[in-house]
T-cell receptor, first 111, second 118 residues
Framework: GEDVEQSLFLSVREGDSSVINCTYTDSSSTYLYWYKQEPGAGLQLLTY?????DMKQDQRLTVLLNKKDKHLSLRIADTQTGDSAIYFC???????????FGAGTQVVVTP | EAGVTQFPSHSVIEKGQTVTLRCDPISGHDNLYWYRRVMGKEIKFLLHFVKESKQDESGMPNNRFLAERTGGTYSTLKVQPAELEDSGVYFC????????????????FGPGTRLTVL
């Protein structure tokens, strides 16, 4: 398909791990990003990974990339209430930086 | 350092009216991008400026949309006349130059302008 696809909603209990999934489109070398949007705020870059990598870890965040299936996931360990937000997966579409986004996954963290 | 700012934060207009959205990028950023999110769907690219020049406007929906970036600083996006389907959240982002040579290109986003066309 032509779209970057994400599941739309995830509910998780505080302290559990969250896993947000995304499928992307481009088969060539590219950068893949995870952005976070809190209410009333702009998109904040959380992490990124180049398509020749399998995994990247940054504190509580782990990005896994399955190039064969064009599948990207973001794992948040020890999820906190402050992690409640919309998470967008994005793919760098050309060398000039144009991004192609998914529809976003609404993550709700419950006590 | 100030981030990307956008004005207004909200705009409610009637079909057929004109609206102008403004974006002030981070000082010194050559690249400025406009994106739009309609009704909870994916965020879609509209166009990209490098300084004052349009590098890519392939995402502009039609000729009712006009974007400018005078002097390579702030940018405006005018919708004239507005239609119902133009409702959505318009995001602006900026990044340092030069691009075109790859790199992870962190784009810094503004909070968006929520446009409602009645």
């Amino acid at each position: 398909g032509e779209d970057v696809e994400q599941s739309l909603f995830l509910s998780v209990r505080e302290g559990d791990s969250s896993v947000i999934n995304c499928t992307y489109t481009d088969s060539s070398s590219t950068y893949l990003y995870w952005y976070k949007q809190e209410p009333g705020a702009g998109l904040q870059l959380l992490t990124y990974i180049f398509s020749n990598m399998d995994m990247k870890q940054d504190q509580r965040l782990t990005v896994l990339l399955n190039k064969k299936d064009k599948h990207l996931s973001l794992r948040i360990a020890d999820t906190q209430t402050g992690d409640s937000a919309i998470y967008f997966c994005a793919e760098k579409f050309d060398s000039w930086g144009k991004l192609q986004f998914g529809a976003g996954t609404q993550v709700v963290v419950t006590p | 350092e100030a981030g990307v700012t956008q004005f207004p934060s909200h705009s409610v207009i009637e079909k057929g009216q004109t609206v102008t959205l403004r974006c002030d990028p981070i000082s010194g950023h050559d690249n400025l991008y406009w994106y739009r999110r309609v009704m909870g769907k994916e965020i879609k690219f509209l166009l990209h400026f490098v300084k004052e020049s349009k590098q890519d406007e392939s995402g502009m929906p039609n000729n009712r949309f006009l974007a400018e970036r005078t002097g390579g600083t702030y940018s405006t996006l005018k919708v004239q006349p507005a239609e119902l389907e133009d409702s959505g959240v318009y995001f602006c982002a900026s990044s340092q130059g030069p691009q075109g040579a790859g790199g992870y290109n962190e784009q810094f986003f503004g909070p968006g302008t929520r446009l409602t066309v009645l």
